[in-house]
């Protein structure tokens, strides 16, 4: 009978060995490989692919460019998404409705999306560059001017991304218990200290996950670079997800790619990790 119970995780087993494990190490081999267009096949280079990496100061820039990127996004997202939160939990009229009109950017698709705010940054027949002009404003060169193409990615970045968290923060809000504040009201707390000595620190979990989640998400950002920048001007907007997918898939270098997203992946859990430990004691901190 025990061994019958084992059989049932038997079907779940062999999905995560198709979709996660066989991929992965895979990968780690192809990574030992010299394979690209012109030389296929899993033949064995050693460390060769990652002596390389280390030297390649494209990629590490990229890396540079996604950790400024995700970290700045991430936390202009939570103070928008609990400010958004904080909005519609109190006495606002409409609530149901602004739940819903907030939650409409998560749920465009990524490309779609980026599409739209192409032609919205676009420098002649973009509307934002019109509405500055009829200001009596200069129009910008929003996507190819190096600054303000990072820029404008984040801006993408946070709205479509800003609902997200807002859900997970109001449906904490939600649950939190009602004594603390009815106690802080009859102390005669106001507004202000009544956030951030009750609802902050009553917070701390559901802010740590939030935070997190968002930077898992954030390290894989692609789609709005794709579409709006391809990385450019230069390089100003190349992201590490966008660097390997032009070694691997534009230039067929399938080996040095794989090495790439291996130190990546490593690097990724690593910094998250830390992440997660330094967001615990500053919450926990906060909570004492």
């Known amino acids: 009978m025990y061994r019958q119970k084992h059989l049932f995780l038997l079907p779940g087993l062999l999905v995560l060995v198709a979709i996660i494990i066989f991929p992965l190490l895979f990968t780690i081999r192809v990574s030992f490989s010299s394979w690209d267009v012109f030389q296929p096949g899993l033949d064995w280079i050693g460390g060769e692919n990652y002596g390389r990496l280390l030297e390649d100061a494209r990629y590490w820039g990229a890396l540079g460019r996604l950790l400024v990127m995700a970290v700045g996004t991430v936390l202009i997202q939570y103070v928008l998404g609990f400010a958004l939160a904080l909005l519609v939990w109190g006495d606002l009229r409409a609530r149901r409705f602004f739940r819903v009109l907030f939650l409409v950017p998560m ?3 990524p490309v ?5 705010w192409r032609t919205v940054f676009h420098e002649s027949i973009g509307p934002l560059n019109g509405i500055l002009q009829a200001l009596g404003l200069h129009g910008l060169p929003w996507l190819s001017e190096p600054t303000l193409a990072f820029i404008s990615v984040m801006i993408v970045e946070i709205w479509q991304w800003t609902p997200f968290m807002f859900l997970l923060l109001l449906a904490g809000l939600v649950s939190l218990p009602r004594e603390p504040y009815l106690a802080a009201k009859i102390d005669g707390a106001g507004p202000i200290r009544t956030f951030f000595a009750v609802t902050f620190p009553a917070m701390a979990g559901i802010s740590i996950a939030a935070i997190l989640i968002r930077l898992i998400e954030a390290s894989k950002i692609m789609e709005s670079v794709y579409v709006m920048t391809s990385g450019g001007p230069g390089t100003a907007t190349e992201t590490s997800s966008y660097y390997i997918y032009i070694r691997g898939l534009r230039d067929f270098q399938l080996g040095y790619a794989s090495s790439l997203s291996v130190t990546y992946l490593v690097i990724m859990i690593i910094s998250l990790t ?6 615990v004691r500053f919450f926990v901190k906060d909570r004492t």
């Open 274 to 279: 830390i992440i997660a430990k330094v967001l």
């Open 107 to 109: 749920m465009t698709t």
């Open 112 to 116: 779609v999306m980026s599409v739209i």
